[in-house]
């Protein structure tokens, strides 16, 4: 179904004329087909052929949605649709020359999607193209994929995230990803003034789920870190990285290369590109990490090679899977547990492991640093790079999970 098309051998209307034809405004009506209740979407529009006004009645398979709430939803987001489209001429716009100025929402993503090749970063540019590809192939599906851009409003917007976190098994941060990046897209079209308002501005997102991440005890440590320094050097290089640097698994870890370590100076310095919130930084590499750092081969690989590459090694230009860090250290994790279970009096320390993950090292360094480095702040906070004191404190707050006024109050109702 289009809703601008070429002139098919038929005489032409001007836009004057085709806003001029009589119609009668979309309504939801229920009603039985078969023995079978359902709801239709039924509208009166002229044929311009022949000047009849006719009736049109779709279902637009709003009754395979059993959820009444989510069908009357999308009857009213559809009903808004078609009374939109109406002054223009639908359903017959066969019949009308193209609009020049309009171009459908397909064709804006698509406008929208390229902007964001220019400039972003490989992993961004690939949500967006996931988030462009999840949302055509349900404008298709609805039969949605020539409306003009201006015409999708806010409405259509909720109804879609409403559709997709109902539809798939998604949490919360994927579902404010989802209206994040639409979001973004969207700006471009507002900035470059196809649409008026961002459908997807002011969407209420979901609370994320509170995170369970826990940092590793003294004793957890020792025992991880003698567990795996033979079996997975390039593991253990990650979290040297996040236990003394804090530097981010999967937002900067991906994409550090030799050239961002001077081992002569001792730092590393992480370009706009590096870092996640793409400010440029110096971080400082304890001198105890320095001879692992050589042993590992940092002065032998060509300064472009990416450190954590393809194949669990350094590599030219590809770096290492995206979750490959991240299930590896939860293999170890599960394999300490199970060692627990058959000997407790060997392993205690991993009886239980909710809540660690390869994120927990950037934590326990944060604690570790507070404990030596504790009367002066402001270097945890470089080194950490934090914007403000304020920030740092409430982190490591929120990683102590203790209030050490509360812990030493003096009133004892016991002794009462």
Same mark, same amino acid.
């Given at each position: 179904? =289009?809703?601008?098309?070429?002139?098919?051998?038929?005489?032409?209307?001007?836009?004057?004329?085709?806003?001029?034809?009589?119609?009668?405004?979309?309504?939801?009506?229920?009603?039985? &087909?078969?023995?079978?209740?359902?709801?239709?979407?039924?509208?009166?529009?002229?044929?311009?052929?022949?000047?009849?006004?006719? =009736? @049109?009645?779709?279902?637009?398979?709003?009754?395979?949605?059993?959820?009444?709430?989510?069908?009357?939803?999308?009857?009213?987001?559809?009903?808004?649709?078609?009374?939109?489209?109406?002054?223009?001429?639908?359903?017959?716009?066969?019949?009308?020359?193209?609009?020049?100025?309009?171009?459908?929402?397909?064709? #804006?993503?698509?406008?929208?999607?390229?902007?964001?090749? !220019?400039?972003?970063?490989?992993?961004?540019? !690939?949500?967006?193209?996931?988030?462009?590809?999840?949302?055509?192939?349900?404008?298709?599906?609805?039969?949605?994929?020539?409306?003009?851009?201006?015409? %999708?409003?806010?409405?259509?917007?909720?109804?879609?995230?409403?559709?997709?976190?109902?539809?798939?098994?998604?949490?919360?941060?994927?579902?404010?990803?989802?209206?994040?990046?639409?979001? $973004?897209?969207?700006?471009? +079209?507002?900035?470059?003034?196809?649409?008026?308002?961002?459908?997807? $501005?002011?969407?209420?997102?979901?609370?994320?789920?509170?995170?369970? =991440? =826990?940092?590793?005890?003294?004793?957890?440590?020792?025992?991880?870190?003698?567990?795996?320094?033979?079996?997975?050097?390039?593991?253990?290089?990650?979290?040297?990285?996040?236990?003394?640097?804090?530097?981010?698994?999967?937002?900067?870890?991906?994409?550090?290369?030799?050239?961002?370590?001077?081992?002569?100076?001792?730092?590393?310095?992480?370009?706009?590109?590096? &870092?996640?919130?793409?400010? #440029? &930084?110096?971080?400082?590499? /304890?001198?105890?990490?320095?001879?692992?750092?050589?042993?590992?081969? %940092?002065?032998?690989? @060509? /300064?472009?090679?990416?450190?954590?590459?393809?194949?669990?090694?350094?590599? /030219?230009? !590809?770096?290492?899977? @995206?979750?490959?860090?991240?299930?590896?250290?939860?293999?170890?994790?599960?394999? +300490?547990?199970? +060692?627990?279970?058959?000997? /407790?009096?060997?392993?205690?320390?991993?009886? &239980?492991?909710?809540?660690?993950?390869?994120?927990?090292?950037?934590?326990?360094?944060?604690? #570790?640093?507070?404990?030596?480095?504790?009367?002066?702040?402001?270097?945890?906070?470089?080194?950490?790079?934090?914007?403000?004191?304020?920030?740092?404190?409430?982190? +490591?707050?929120?990683?102590?999970?203790?209030?050490?006024?509360?812990?030493?109050?003096?009133?004892?109702?016991?002794?009462?």
């Amino acid at each position: 179904m =289009r809703y601008y098309g070429r002139h098919r051998g038929k005489k032409k209307m001007s836009i004057t004329q085709h806003t001029r034809i009589a119609y009668l405004p979309a309504q939801l009506r229920k009603t039985t &087909s078969k023995g079978r209740k359902i709801w239709l979407i039924e509208f009166y529009q002229t044929d311009p052929i022949d000047g009849q006004r006719k =009736r @049109h009645r779709h279902t637009l398979d709003m009754n395979r949605i059993h959820n009444k709430r989510q069908r009357t939803v999308f009857a009213r987001t559809q009903i808004e649709r078609i009374n939109k489209l109406l002054p223009l001429g639908y359903p017959y716009s066969d019949d009308f020359e193209t609009l020049e100025d309009q171009i459908n929402i397909i064709e #804006a993503l698509a406008l929208a999607l390229e902007d964001k090749q !220019k400039n972003g970063r490989h992993q961004s540019i !690939k949500s967006y193209k996931s988030q462009v590809k999840i949302f055509s192939e349900y404008l298709k599906e609805k039969d949605m994929q020539d409306l003009p851009i201006d015409i %999708f409003d806010q409405d259509m917007a909720i109804t879609y995230v409403e559709h997709v976190f109902n539809k798939g098994n998604i949490g919360p941060v994927t579902y404010n990803n989802y209206i994040t990046l639409l979001g $973004s897209l969207f700006s471009f +079209l507002v900035d470059k003034k196809y649409l008026a308002i961002n459908p997807f $501005s002011g969407i209420k997102k979901m609370r994320p789920n509170q995170k369970q =991440r =826990r940092s590793f005890t003294v004793n957890e440590t020792q025992v991880f870190i003698n567990y795996i320094k033979d079996k997975d050097q390039t593991l253990l290089l990650c979290i040297l990285l996040q236990f003394y640097c804090f530097i981010r698994p999967k937002a900067e870890l991906r994409r550090l290369r030799f050239k961002h370590f001077d081992l002569v100076r001792g730092v590393i310095i992480i370009d706009g590109q590096t &870092s996640k919130n793409k400010n #440029a &930084s110096i971080v400082t590499i /304890p001198d105890l990490m320095i001879d692992f750092l050589i042993d590992f081969g %940092f002065n032998d690989y @060509h /300064p472009s090679w990416i450190v954590f590459g393809r194949g669990n090694k350094p590599h /030219p230009d !590809k770096a290492i899977g @995206h979750n490959t860090l991240y299930e590896r250290h939860k293999k170890y994790l599960y394999q +300490l547990n199970e +060692l627990n279970k058959k000997h /407790p009096d060997v392993y205690p320390e991993f009886r &239980s492991i909710q809540g660690l993950s390869l994120y927990s090292w950037k934590d326990t360094g944060a604690i #570790a640093m507070v404990q030596t480095e504790k009367d002066n702040i402001v270097d945890v906070k470089n080194q950490m790079r934090h914007e403000s004191l304020e920030y740092t404190q409430k982190y +490591l707050t929120q990683l102590n999970g203790v209030n050490d006024k509360i812990k030493k109050r003096k009133v004892n109702l016991l002794d009462i």
